[in-house]
């Protein structure tokens, strides 16, 4: 396995891979959700490239970007044990040098829910992901369904922008209560990691009250009050999985999709709803 940190080096080495090439980008303290996007794009693929890069045009100036997690050591040993052939682990001085002014605006789809709370956050993931895709230049990208979200903004913008990429999109992986595996579960307090799995299941009744016909207003008031009162809720809502936009009806392909704050830490969870 081979770790590289300029983007001449990477181009170098991910150019001479086998193809079909797949392509995992990370920003580290990678968990179980992370392996399993590894072990599918080993499954699918000749080679398997991977980065880790905290992507600081993805953070507002109030987020944690000091305080996310840092590992780099640990991920190159999972990542190498998952069978990845080249990590790409930049600098931030690598990906934005001075001077750098370009950005991917990402359109309304990018002023919903996440975007609400955090305006700058999807330009800046459509960015970075774009030049990870131009230096790495994979046949597959592999995202996380965790941040559905995420995966229909750069699904739009690869579309949008010609880029020759498949996208596959990998379920959630989960603790056996239900709580989506995240790098940000490790700030949770005991209480709040005991609270967490409520948003799972209020997701879940939304999405059983809608099945079985309930009127997504009333659904929505069902599935709230399944919270903990230490869920301080920012959103629940059923979303068309391309357009993101609201829907009334579960009408496949779409997203149950919720966030809440338990104490200082945001979680995001969703149910996918296929035909
Ligand atoms: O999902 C993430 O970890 C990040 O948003 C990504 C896609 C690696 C871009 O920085």
Redesign the pocket.
Known sequence: MHIVSTIPQARALFEVLPRPLGFI???GALHEGHLALVARARDESAAVGASV?V?PT?FAANEDLERYPRDLQGDCVKLQRGGVDVIFAPDAQAMYPDGFSSFVEVGEMGTRFEGAIRPTHFRG?AT??LKLLNIVRPDVLY??QK?AQ?TAIVRRALRDLDLPVAVAIVPTEREPDGLARSSRNVYLTPEERAAAPTLHRALQALRLAMAGGRAKADAIAAARALLSPLAELDYLDVVDADSFEPIEELRPPAFVIGAARFGATRLLDNLWIDG
Do not use: A, I, K, R
Request: glycine residues 8%; negative net charge; without cysteine.
């Open positions: 980008p990370t920003m890069f992507n993805q993931v970075v992901v995202l996380g941040d995420q």
